[in-house]
């Protein structure tokens, strides 16, 4: 069975652009979260979807979006990119029903803005 | 609102001892907790979990945690580490009623052979 599989894997972006990064989850899987991995800040929580809705999301400004389709594979996009958007971003994915939270990663896309 | 502290950055030991990663939690209601290990350039690898019943739990790789609700803790331990287990682990915490993981700030882990 394939995991999370996120694309790209490595980015390099300048101050200003957007990027959208892209996350397929397991098969069968309908719940995806997004993270921010930072040194600073750890592990942040983005956002959750769950049958293209989105249920639940971090304190993030307005600049960090997604949105899921109907196969439940997602995307997030960052608009304006500032410096300190530069970070892993990870993708997981979570069974849909009794659900108890165990959520399996993807390797993450690390975006590096210049 | 949850949180998660792992009050040690990093975790020295020798291969063979014992390994223990502490982790303490704050949550309004009944919590879901979680270990995870991440490699060097890796996602983050799911351990084990604690959702209810014995409050000992055991994970992947010889690992187990233990869930302590008086003390509001989930220790990690493996009871003989290896110079594989060298990487860095997340203690992760979430409310039943809710769909995010908040994560501690993470333990490094380094086995000396």
């Known amino acids: 069975k394939a995991g999370v599989t996120q694309t790209p894997r490595y980015l390099i972006k300048t101050r200003g652009q957007q990027v959208t990064l892209s996350c397929s989850p397991i098969?069968?899987?309908?719940?995806v979260s997004w993270y921010q991995q930072t040194p600073g800040q750890g592990l942040q929580f983005l956002f959750e979807?769950?049958?293209?809705?989105?249920?639940n999301k971090g304190n993030f400004p307005g600049r960090f979006s997604g949105r899921q389709f109907s196969n439940s594979r997602s995307e997030m996009n960052v608009s304006t990119l500032e410096l300190g958007d530069s970070a892993l971003y990870l993708c997981?994915?979570?069974?849909?029903?009794?659900?108890?939270?165990?959520?399996?990663f993807g390797e993450g896309s690390r975006l590096t803005v210049l | 609102a949850q949180s998660v502290a792992q009050p040690e950055d990093q975790v020295n030991v020798a291969e063979g001892n014992p390994l223990t990663v502490k982790c303490t939690y704050s949550?309004?209601?009944?919590?879901?907790l979680f270990w995870y290990v991440q490699y060097p350039n890796r996602g983050l690898q799911f351990l084990l979990k604690?959702?209810?019943?014995?409050?000992l739990v055991k994970g992947s790789y010889g690992f187990e945690a233990e869930f302590n609700k008086s003390q509001t803790s989930f220790h990690l331990k493996k009871p003989s580490a290896l110079v594989s287990d060298s990487a860095l682990y997340f203690c992760?915490?979430?409310?039943?009623?809710?769909?995010?993981?908040?994560f501690g700030a993470g333990t490094t882990v380094t086995v000396r052979a």
């Open positions: 098969s069968g899987h309908r719940s």
């Open positions: 604690y959702i209810t019943g014995d409050n």
């Open positions: 949550v309004s209601g009944n919590p879901y």
């Open positions: 992760a915490v979430r409310d039943r009623n809710d769909y995010k993981l908040s």
């Open positions: 997981a994915s979570s069974r849909p029903t009794g659900d108890t939270g165990e959520l399996f």
């Open positions: 979807y769950f049958s293209e809705t989105q249920r």
